[in-house]
């Protein structure tokens, strides 16, 4: 397993060799949850904690057909919404945490999702993670959500030190301009998916283990 460390080692001109092989690596920063609106985001977004992008495209084209809105989900039952999404990993607990969500914001934002920190924040099933992506891909306000790929990934390259999740958000923030954010938020979820795998990261195959300082031989 590579090993990470503490010392600061990236300079200016290293980032701008990291940022630049990232990009040509991965062209289209995109995330790969597939939504139209704001509501098909946040629901989406939600689903996708501790699962794959593409369980939950695989769950979402029929619930967003049977539930279309806020509003609608707001009044359907747990139980169907829990059938619809069963193949989600904790999907109990987030057919509870969306029908609620869905029940506020229908009530108290006429069905509008609030695309204010606070507000989302406040929504059950919806923290810092969540709330960032929402509002980074709103363009909102710049924001660096950390998933378990963006973790890993930036600790291995000593982008970040921290272990405190909120903390490597800070680190990284610290370190880019905030036009880029939203771009190496996916680029390191993508490299972290093909490339810098949790058990078995593809060292030998990686460009970028010229600048990293966890690459295995
Ligand atoms: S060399 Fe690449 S795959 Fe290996 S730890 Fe570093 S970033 Fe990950």
């Given at each position: 397993?590579?090993?990470?460390?503490?010392?600061?080692?990236?300079?200016?001109?290293?980032?701008?060799?990291?940022?630049?092989?990232?990009?040509?690596?991965?062209?289209d920063p995109q995330s790969e949850l597939q939504f139209q609106n704001d509501y098909q985001l946040l629901i989406a977004v939600i689903l996708s904690a501790q699962c794959t992008d593409k369980k939950v495209n695989e769950v979402t084209p029929a619930l967003f057909r049977k539930y279309k809105d806020f509003k609608q989900l707001a009044k359907a039952s747990v139980s169907d919404v829990e059938t619809l999404i069963r193949q989600?990993?904790?999907?109990?607990?987030?057919?509870?945490?969306i029908v609620a969500t869905?029940?506020?914001?229908?009530?108290?934002?006429?069905?509008?999702?609030?695309?204010?920190?606070?507000?989302?924040?406040?929504l059950p099933g919806v923290g810092r993670k969540t709330?960032?992506?929402?509002?980074?891909?709103k363009g909102v306000e710049p924001a660096f959500p950390v998933d378990t790929h963006v973790y890993r990934v930036s600790?291995?390259?000593?982008?970040?030190?921290?272990?405190?999740?909120?903390k490597v958000e800070e680190q990284i923030r610290m370190k880019f301009d905030p036009s880029?954010?939203?771009?190496l938020h996916h680029w390191?979820?993508?490299h972290g998916r093909r490339v810098c795998k949790a058990q078995n990261p593809l060292?030998?195959?990686?460009?970028?283990?010229?600048?990293?300082?966890?690459?295995?031989?």
């Amino acid at each position: 397993m590579p090993s990470t460390g503490k010392s600061s080692i990236w300079s200016e001109g290293r980032k701008k060799k990291l940022l630049t092989e990232l990009e040509r690596l991965y062209p289209d920063p995109q995330s790969e949850l597939q939504f139209q609106n704001d509501y098909q985001l946040l629901i989406a977004v939600i689903l996708s904690a501790q699962c794959t992008d593409k369980k939950v495209n695989e769950v979402t084209p029929a619930l967003f057909r049977k539930y279309k809105d806020f509003k609608q989900l707001a009044k359907a039952s747990v139980s169907d919404v829990e059938t619809l999404i069963r193949q989600v990993n904790y999907f109990k607990t987030k057919s509870k945490n969306i029908v609620a969500t869905a029940k506020i914001v229908a009530t108290d934002y006429d069905g509008k999702l609030p695309l204010e920190r606070s507000a989302l924040e406040a929504l059950p099933g919806v923290g810092r993670k969540t709330t960032n992506v929402v509002l980074s891909e709103k363009g909102v306000e710049p924001a660096f959500p950390v998933d378990t790929h963006v973790y890993r990934v930036s600790r291995r390259l000593r982008l970040a030190t921290r272990t405190d999740r909120d903390k490597v958000e800070e680190q990284i923030r610290m370190k880019f301009d905030p036009s880029l954010w939203r771009n190496l938020h996916h680029w390191l979820i993508f490299h972290g998916r093909r490339v810098c795998k949790a058990q078995n990261p593809l060292c030998d195959e990686c460009t970028l283990s010229n600048l990293c300082p966890s690459s295995e031989p």
